[in-house]
């Protein structure tokens, strides 16, 4: 009788339980491959932008622009590595087998890989992309540089995307 009942009812607690924390799961499994997928996407359109630019320019026999697109393009390739190890050190930061680096991270460079990666997505969808660099200290900050790398192209990507359907629903974008 009540011996079982209370069996039963434990049980149940504890099947509740794990139901729960299974569900949990996997929503931040799917949130996670919502994230990586926004992350992947940037860089892929930026290769996909700047190899138009290029083929456009081998066209013209443009030679300064060929030379310089190219070296964009080996920027983005090596960003598109840096997303793909991103992923993977977000899993470790996750499961715990890695914990943030922190670190001195250089602004300015950091703002002048976001223009460089940006600007064609920017002007792509209309729009003009300007960086300020710091003219006066400090010029660095305490952060993992991988981790701020990630939060500041998402807030770029994020602005993008914002005030390109902004545009298309004919607000003044600016």
Not at 68 to 87: C, H, P, Q, V, Y
Request: overall charge neutral; charged content about 20%; proline content about 3%.
């Amino acid at each position: 009788g009540l011996y079982t009942r209370c069996q039963l009812e434990a049980y149940s607690r504890k099947s509740f339980h794990m139901r729960f924390t299974a569900e949990a799961a996997a929503e931040d499994k799917a949130s996670f491959i919502r994230q990586a997928s926004h992350n992947l996407r940037q860089p892929l359109q930026a290769l996909s932008c700047y190899s138009s630019v290029l083929d456009n320019a081998l066209y013209r026999n443009n030679a300064e622009e060929v030379c310089s697109t190219a070296a964009k393009l080996g920027s983005i390739i090596d960003e598109l590595n840096d997303s793909f190890n991103r992923i993977l050190d977000i899993t470790n930061l996750e499961t715990g087998k890695q914990v943030p680096f922190i670190t001195d991270v250089e602004l300015n460079p950091l703002l002048a890989r976001l223009e460089n990666q940006y600007t064609l997505q920017a002007a792509k969808n209309g729009l003009k992309l300007k960086v300020y660099l710091l003219k006066r200290p400090p010029y660095t900050v305490q952060s993992d540089p991988i981790i701020l790398w990630q939060i500041l192209s998402n807030l770029v990507d994020n602005a993008i995307e914002a005030l390109t359907i902004g545009k298309k629903f004919g607000l003044d974008v600016k």
